[in-house]
């Protein structure tokens, strides 16, 4: 006897969908940018709402303490806050973003950008 082939269903057409974290992901960029720094297990929802908080921000581009940031690990960027800055060795001292701080280091400016 011959078995009877079961037609399979076709799947579903792709759709072209964001990631479920990509949203967060983009709000979370745009904390880091103007300066607003968000811990890892914030909500997109307060992240949203501090960025509202903080309104327009037309400030200058300056390292300082305080400060959100990109610094440069090798090949690449990871984002960070400026610990501290060292104008007469021209170094910073940063702390990564969701790292621990034993992680925490000094570089030199050039590796060191404000998140703008």
Do not use: N
């Amino acid at each position: 006897k011959k078995k009877k082939k079961k037609k399979k269903k076709k799947a579903p057409a792709k759709t072209h969908a964001a990631a479920p974290g990509a949203e967060r992901s983009r709000v979370l960029a745009l904390c880091l940018r103007r300066g607003i720094l968000c811990s890892g297990s914030a909500s997109t929802e307060s992240m949203r709402q501090k960025l509202a908080d903080a309104g327009d921000d037309d400030s200058d581009d300056e390292l300082r303490a305080g400060s959100a940031c990109f610094c440069r690990w090798g090949d690449a960027l990871y984002g960070g806050k400026i610990l501290s800055v060292d104008e007469s060795e021209d170094t910073c001292r940063v702390h990564f973003l969701g790292w621990a701080k034993h992680h925490d280091g000094d570089f030199a400016t050039e590796y060191v950008r404000p998140a703008r």
